[in-house]
Structures are given as C-alpha cells and as structure tokens.
C-alpha cells in the first residue's frame, strides 16, 4: 500500500547463511490445516522448498490455522523470500485448484535471528505448540512438526518460556493497559 511502512528489512538481510524464524498465516486465519490432507501437503512442500533453494529446517509446525519454521540458509546464495515463496507458491496452487480460494495471507512475520539467539529455545517454541494448543501431550506425538537436521525432540528445551518477539510486545501491552481483547 502506497505510504505504509515496510515491515521487510533491505533485501540482502534475506540471502545467504542466516537462519530465520518464519511464521507464515492462513487468510483470515482459517484452520486450512486441521484437514490432513493440506497439513501433509505444507510438509511435503517444506521439504520440497527446503532441497530447491538451498535451506536446511532445524524446526517446523503446521498448525490448523498457521506455520512456524526454523530455517537456515545452506550457501551463501540462499534466500529466504524465494525459500517462501516457493512453499506458498506450491500450496496456494493446489489449494486453489480444489477449494477455489487463496490459502495465505499476503505476508508473513520473519525474525533473522543473532548470534545471541538460541536456536535450540526457539525450536522447542516450534515443536511445543500443539502442545500448548491442548493438540497433543508431547511434540513427538504431532505429526506435522519434525526437524531435518541434527537438531531434534530429543533434546530438551534450556528456556521453555521463549517467546515471540510480537507476543512479548502483547504481554508488555497487557501488563501496562489490562488484557488484551484483540485477536492472538
């Protein structure tokens, strides 16, 4: 929209060995992904999207209205927005073809993660959500989370209570002005 501000850092913050949390939401938040179906095609497409632009997944979760994915970039000539844009590419296709509909949400929330930022905590944000969500008991036990790096459920998280960037900002908001009535 013309006069709005960018919520995308410059480009080149996106291309090479940087690893990102991604967080990617249905149009209007449909629960899209509470059928198996679309759940087993966003892990078939991550992997797909992962092996064609050159990304290794430490970490993912679909959940029925959302996904989170925990990224890096495998050469110096990876990049994040066509690693994206190729998983939403490939889903909005064949989700269009049947429902007729588009399936996301034109953005996407993103964090290029520092040096200071533990990749194991946020992992196990990913891989906890479900749980949190009252899905399942362990993460384990969802089948549409995993990891296709060394990193895995068998570890255990250092810090559970890692959360969001966004969400700390709410619970900031929420400590300062009362509860929050909005949408999560």
């Known amino acids: 929209m013309k006069g709005r501000k960018s919520i995308r850092l410059p480009a080149l913050n996106y291309v090479g060995r940087n690893t ?3 967080t990617a939401c249905t149009l209007h938040r449909d629960r899209i992904f509470s059928n198996p179906r679309w759940a087993d095609l ?4 991550f992997l797909e999207a992962a ?6 997944l430490h970490a993912w979760c679909v959940m029925p209205d959302h996904v989170h994915v925990l990224t890096e970039g495998a ?3 990876s990049h994040a927005d066509r690693f994206v844009s190729h998983w939403k ?12 509909r588009e399936l996301w949400q034109r953005l996407f929330y993103d964090r290029v993660l520092r040096d200071t930022d533990s990749r194991n905590d946020i992992a196990w944000y990913i891989w906890l959500n479900p749980v949190r969500k009252g899905m399942c ?3 384990w036990d969802y089948a549409w989370s995993g990891s296709m790096t060394k990193m ?3 570890t ?3 810090e559970p209570t890692w959360i969001p960037p966004w969400k700390q900002r709410q619970e900031e908001s929420t400590a300062t002005t009362g509860p929050n009535t909005g949408r999560e």
Do not use: H, I, W
Request: hydrophobic share 40%; with cysteine; proline share 5%.
């Open 137 to 139: 008991c362990e993460p």
């Open 75 to 77: 050469t110096d000539q």
């Open 156 to 158: 255990t998280p250092s």
């Open 51 to 56: 092996k064609a632009e050159a990304f290794l």
């Open 89 to 100: 590419r490939a889903t909005t296709f064949e989700f269009k073809k049947v429902a007729g």
């Open 42 to 45: 966003m892990v078939r497409s």
């Open 152 to 154: 895995n459920m068998n």
């Open 20 to 22: 990102y949390f991604l």
